[in-house]
């Protein structure tokens, strides 16, 4: 069991960049969960893929953001023209469907636009 | 509606006392309640979780309670441990909303030795 893997680990990039994050979730894993986490913060939920859809966005997710999973197994989130506000960990987490709903986090990304 | 109310902002106990955090909700839908503990730099990991047909659930020194009709849970670590210092989040979700978590603020936790 390898866990839930993403990639960078981190990434300082300057404002008005694009960036991209990968997550590979649990291979069986049906259910995939972008999050984003700032500091003294909870995580906050961002997106939703059952498979290779995307069910559910958040308000939070502007236009700058977009996630894909092109074939139900790894996700990309990329943000386009970063802003500093948009400095924060994000967080993917992985789970089965039906099976009591606990979500699996990664290790994150933590994000810094300078 | 959405929201999920967690104290205290932070915890500091003695080796071997016990940490309560508290967590209360607003939303009747949800219908899971997990626990999380995450350490700095790394993702949170699933501690203790609890549905509402149940009042208390035990594993280990982790024990959750639960009051349906007040709309609190609240995490216990007995025999506090210094690994045991982490931040800990409680967070709620229901079947209907696609399963997404709802967390609370956090409550760093201090184990002193």
């Known amino acids: 069991d390898t866990g839930v893997s993403q990639n960078p680990r981190h990434k300082i990039t300057k404002r008005g960049q694009n960036v991209t994050f990968r997550c590979d979730p649990i291979s069986e894993h049906n259910r995939l969960y972008w999050y984003r986490q700032t500091l003294g913060q909870g995580p906050e939920f961002l997106t939703y893929f059952q498979n290779e859809a995307q069910l559910e966005k958040s308000r939070l997710l502007s236009d700058r953001f977009s996630a894909e999973r092109p074939k139900g197994s790894f996700s990309t989130l990329e943000i386009q023209r970063t802003e500093q506000g948009d400095s924060a960990m994000y967080l993917c987490?992985?789970?089965?469907?039906?099976?009591?709903?606990?979500?699996?986090f990664g290790p994150g990304t933590r994000l810094l636009v300078l | 509606q959405q929201q999920v109310k967690q104290s205290p902002q932070s915890l500091i106990v003695q080796k071997g006392g016990i940490s309560i955090i508290n967590c209360a909700y607003e939303?009747?839908?949800?219908?899971?309640f997990p626990w999380y503990q995450q350490f700095p730099g790394k993702g949170p990991a699933l501690l203790i979780a609890i549905r509402p047909d149940v009042s208390e659930k035990k594993e280990g020194r982790f024990t959750i309670s639960f009051n349906k009709s007040a709309k609190q849970f609240s995490l216990h670590i007995m025999d506090s441990q210094p690994g045991d210092s982490a931040t800990y989040f409680c967070?709620?979700?229901?079947?209907?909303?696609?399963?997404?978590?709802?967390f609370g603020q956090g409550t760093t936790l201090q184990v002193k030795p």
């Open positions: 939303n009747t839908a949800f219908d899971y």
């Open positions: 967070a709620a979700s229901g079947r209907s909303n696609t399963g997404k978590l709802i």
């Open positions: 987490a992985s789970s089965l469907s039906g099976a009591g709903e606990t979500q699996y």
